[in-house]
Nanobody, 130 residues
Framework: QVRLEESGGRSVQAGGSLRLSCEAS??????????MGWFRQSPGKEREGVAV????????YYVDSVKGRFTISRDVINNLIYLQMDNLKPEETAMYSC?????????????????????WGKGTQVTVRS
């Protein structure tokens, strides 16, 4: 019903930057997605919440390890979110996925650890070379 498509992932050297994008295709009766976020997962590791953004684009939450280096933003009207990643580290190599929901469920930092997002994209690969 809601389709998410990520883009922007590629291979970069440590210290480099990338900007990921996620576009949500929303049925007419839904109009807009609300709480959205970025998550990452490497083979053999659990999925980790990276950043979450409220439906209005004002409230933003980040996992401690990326604070000051990553910035999440959104285009509310066009159902787009972005993740600007600066000073990337090798350990941040992962598949980065976009997630979204269409309800008014609470959107806060807790969603980083207990996301409960019903819609997910397939992800875009980010590789950070040392």
């Amino acid at each position: 019903q809601v389709r998410l498509e990520e883009s922007g992932g590629r291979s970069v050297q440590a210290g480099g930057s990338l900007r990921l994008s996620c576009e949500a295709s929303v049925p007419e009766h839904i109009d807009q997605v609300r709480c959205m976020g970025w998550f990452r997962q490497s083979p053999g590791k659990e999925r980790e919440g990276v950043a979450v953004i409220g439906h209005g684009g004002v409230s933003k939450y980040y996992v401690d390890s990326v604070k000051g280096r990553f910035t999440i933003s959104r285009d509310v009207i066009n159902n787009l979110i972005y993740l600007q990643m600066d000073n990337l580290k090798p350990e941040e190599t992962a598949m980065y996925s976009c997630a979204a929901e269409i309800t008014l469920a609470a959107c806060n930092s807790r969603r980083l650890v207990t996301p409960s997002f019903p819609y997910w994209g397939k992800g875009t690969q980010v590789t950070v070379r040392s």
